[in-house]
C-alpha cells in the first residue's frame, strides 16, 4: 500500500527538517482533492483529477493509490470517464493515508 523505500528516499532528499511540513501540505492539499471528489465529481474533469492525485500520490509513496488513481484515468482518457466507480479509490487513499500517518508515527520512514 505504502511505498516506505519512496518515503525514506524523500525525506533523505529534502531532509529530515523540512520533510514534515512537505508531508502536511500533501495531506491537505490531497484531502481537498478528495473532498471535491466526495461532494462534487466533474465527470469532465475527473481525468486530470485523478491525473493530478496520482501524481501526488507517487511522489509520497501512496502506490496503491496512486495505481488506482492511474486505472481511472486511463479510463477518463479513453472517453469512459462514467464508468468510474469513485468509492473504491476514496477509501483506499484514506486507507493510505491511515497506513501512513501511522507509520511515521512508528518510525517506519526512517
Request: include cysteine; glycine fraction near 8%.
Amino acid at each position: 500500500m505504502i511505498d516506505w523505500t519512496r518515503i525514506k528516499q524523500l525525506r533523505n532528499e529534502i531532509g529530515e527538517e523540512d520533510f514534515p511540513e512537505v508531508v502536511e501540505i500533501f495531506i491537505e492539499e490531497v484531502s481537498g482533492m478528495i473532498d471535491s471528489l466526495r461532494t462534487a465529481p466533474s465527470v469532465e474533469t475527473l481525468g486530470d483529477d485523478l491525473h493530478a492525485l496520482k501524481g501526488s500520490a507517487l511522489n509520497l509513496g501512496f502506490r496503491a493509490f496512486a495505481e488506482m488513481c492511474k486505472t481511472g484515468e486511463t479510463r477518463a482518457a479513453n472517453g469512459r470517464a462514467t464508468e468510474i466507480v469513485l468509492e473504491p479509490i476514496l477509501r483506499c487513499y484514506d486507507d493510505s493515508r491511515d497506513v501512513f500517518l501511522a507509520g511515521l508515527e512508528n518510525g517506519q520512514a526512517n
